[in-house]
């Protein structure tokens, strides 16, 4: 269900380009605008991974840094199918977890200290599966499509607020796509980035077998994460599975992520309790 919805909401993202292209400055204009995106996010798609883990301050280990954690690592991208990532520590008390990479070939999964002194092993091994859900999902590919239409569309909307759009009519259609397309399409790009963890949740939830230890390890991140907010980039936050802003992240719409109860209810059915 959650695949379909990101199949729609990219559908809908892109047609909102193609309307605001042709607002603006017609198939010209779309293609002009396009091209810059694609140039903007393709480099910061091959690396994003290495750009993320580098301002999480997160440190790469080895096997004897923490036997357990690589091999339930290692237990969990095996039953996916998938090859053994990169494993990432960051030092900071906040409980929580990340997965990057621009494919499963080049993954990479982060874990927070305070995750690991929070969690039981159990509840551990389902945040593990969510993060390989990520990857065997190519979700970060599925956000830098996303990103790069939004980026035009930014772009496309900036350029008419500038230089007016087309002169044929257009003018009142090119203000207008001007002033609403850009929310729209942030609007759009969080519901995307909602729809991939509920997704996530359940693919992870499956890959070990038990959607109670996520469910039990979500309310424990939730409540660690408002606890100890941690700073880091808007950019990047999406990637996380709790938001790691704490109380000082938005709600509703502008959200990345789903509203925590939504996503533990979920899992609650999959194990068969009743709503």
């Known amino acids: 269900m959650q695949n379909f919805k990101t199949v729609v909401l990219l559908a809908a993202i892109s047609g909102l380009l193609l309307l605001i292209g042709y607002g603006v400055g017609g198939l010209g204009g779309l293609i002009v605008a396009l091209g810059f995106a694609l140039l903007m996010n393709v480099s910061s ?31 969990v991208a ?30 990479a999964v982060a874990v927070t200290t305070g995750i690991r002194q929070l969690l039981t092993d159990r509840e551990l091994r389902g945040v593990i599966g969510h993060e390989i859900a990520h990857v065997a999902n190519r979700d970060i590919l599925t956000s830098s499509v996303v990103a790069t239409v939004a980026s035009a569309i930014s772009f496309l909307s900036f350029f008419a607020l500038w230089f007016g759009g087309r002169r044929d009519g257009g003018g009142l259609l090119a203000l207008l796509a001007a ?5 729209a399409a942030m609007l759009i790009q969080m519901a995307v980035s909602r729809s991939r963890e509920y997704q996530a949740d359940t693919d992870g939830a499956n890959y070990v077998s038990d959607p109670m230890a996520l469910a039990s390890a979500l309310a424990k991140l939730e409540q660690g994460a408002q606890m100890i907010p941690r700073e880091v980039s808007e950019s990047t936050a999406h990637l996380y599975i709790v938001n790691p802003l704490g109380g000082n992240s938005v709600s509703g719409l502008f959200s990345t992520h789903p509203p925590m109860e939504q996503r533990i209810e979920r899992l609650r059915r999959m194990a068969g309790y009743p709503q």
């Open 45 to 75: 798609y091959w690396f994003s991974a290495d750009i993320v883990l580098r301002t999480s301050g997160a440190q790469e280990i080895g096997y004897e840094d923490d036997p357990d954690l690589f091999r339930m690592i290692e237990q």
């Open 78 to 107: 095996n039953g996916a199918g998938l090859p053994m990532p990169r494993v990432y520590i960051m030092d900071t008390p906040q409980p929580n977890a990340f997965a990057t990479g621009r494919s499963p070939k080049h993954a």
């Open 179 to 183: 002033l609403l397309a850009p929310i």
